[in-house]
């Protein structure tokens, strides 16, 4: 009952957001150098004349700002996000074509880094102050410092280029006809470094998280009343200190989930990941502002979705949020 | 104890310090180290490092001097990175100030801006932006900016909510004296040490969106930057590892100073906080 009401108000919360980041469309589009027609279709060239006066057409540009907003928004909330004249295809299609991908992708490096990040965490929160402490602290700073392209590139150089142990580019081997489990395999094989070097900067986080959750919680006391009970240190780590303090994690991890998706840009370019990160890349130097957008909007809509879900996770966790709204 | 000597005791911070100063007297100094600038070509390119005299740090792929170009690029990551977090200052601290002070519709209505903001992805909006506006020194800082402001605003309302209910401020009140000199005077000073702790950290963020971003090429054109380097080297890594190998070493130093500074600072402003989370 409470999480179908939790579930309703997120939609609407998220059409909402959807909506506004629609209209922030709309305006960027009229904020670029320019004429807006010549801007949607893309590098001076890209379109004729013809292309350009329907455009102009379409999106009724000798009408009021207004009426321009009006359609402009009506066609994103039907699904329409223009058309590329770089890529000769609808945008909606590109986007579509390569999602899997980037959902791949963005949810693989998100389970490692969260699963990482806590493990660490709990180990360094254990030996606190300890040598091991300081070696899991010191590494997740450094990683925390570290730009996720470079950390990309660096990877492909050890692991790829000198000693060859992980392909550092693409998606699959083109043309080994691999079918059925094989190629399964060899995805995976793609897949571990773009995923572990987009997780290594959010791992770093979910770490420093999880360690100061863990020590505060461990202050409480609840805690003490189960020390006194003569629990073992491993139960009450595990039972009840950890439950507790994975709560702002998790939080914290829907929040970081967008950020993610932005970073997947970062990956997908230096791994040549067919994802629609890339896509993006490859629209920057065409100028193709459309695909440009389109990608942006369909980023937004997925950080929406990640942060219901965690709404959700996060009131199953903790039975007691959500009964006092 | 002094505010200096309470930094001082966290050895990491004080080491971050030093790094942040060297990097700052070298990007001063580059012109006079390379008054030729970092876009002369030099020598061949593609020399590796190490090997020639006067080139420390080898010729990039047009034969320009890749240590000139590191000295350069600490220029452009010191001054977007700082610029960019004044902005962001500029934009959060009055809008959460507001927000904590003045309370109810004011506060609803600059929260849910504040949280549609954070819920678009921060980097997917700066390239969206620095696309748009074409990339220029100036779109880029505003871009970084734009991008960094919402948690400055919900620090900034949430410490100003905490502030405006101690007594004093009741105080301020009975003392007739008006609501804007009470929210600059008496409330706003009392929320500078975390936003000064927030800023410190916020300026390696920019440092690290900004290298992102000329990395994919959306860099100012004219300015040679860490992230434009990495970027033009990226095709080459098989054959040139120390073009893109030495300016993410200079991100690295520079993020990681301005991160242990942060910290170094929290220490020493909030010694109440900081203790739970240690030993």
Redesign the interface.
Known sequence: MAIAGTIFGRLLKAAL?LL??AVLNFF??H???GDPAVVLAGEAGAADEQMIADLRAQFGLDQPLYVQLYRYVGNILTLDLGYSFRQGAPVLDLILERLPATLILTLTAFWISLLAGVALGVAASAR??KFTDSLITGTA??F???????AA??A??VFS?QLGWLPGFGYETVGSGYGGFDRAIDILKHLILPALTLGLFFMAVYMRMT??SM??VA?QDFVKTARAKGLAPSVIRRRHILRNALLPVVTLAG?QA??L???A??TE??FAWPGIGRL??ES??A?D?NT??G??LV??L???IF?IITDIVYRLIDPRIGQKA | MSLWSRFATNRAAVIGLIVLIAVIIIALLAPVMFPKGPWAMVQRPFLAPFDTDGLPLGTDTLGRNVLAGLIYGARVSLLVGLVSTVMALLIGVPLGAVAGFYGGWVDEIAMRFTEFFQTIPNFALAIVLVAILEPSLTSITISIAIVSWPPVARLVRAEVMSVTRREYVDAARLAGLSNLHILTRQVLPNTVSPIIVMASLMVATAILLESSLSFLGLGDPNIMSWGYQIGAARTVIRSAWWLSFFPGVAIVLTVLALNLIGEGLNDALNPHLTRKGKS
């Not at chain 1, 925390?144 to 470079?150: Q, R």
Request: charged fraction near 5%; hydrophobic fraction near 65%; charge should be positive.
């Open positions: 957001t506004a980041i960027l589009i904020a670029a150098p606190v102050g700073l450094l925390y410092a570290t730009p996720l392209y470079w590139l660096m492909v150089l280029v360690r100061a020590l505060e202050q929040l967008g950020q998706v932005g970073g840009v970062l370019t230096v993006m890349f920057l130097a100028r502002y440009i957008l990608v942006f980023s937004a997925m950080v929406i942060n």
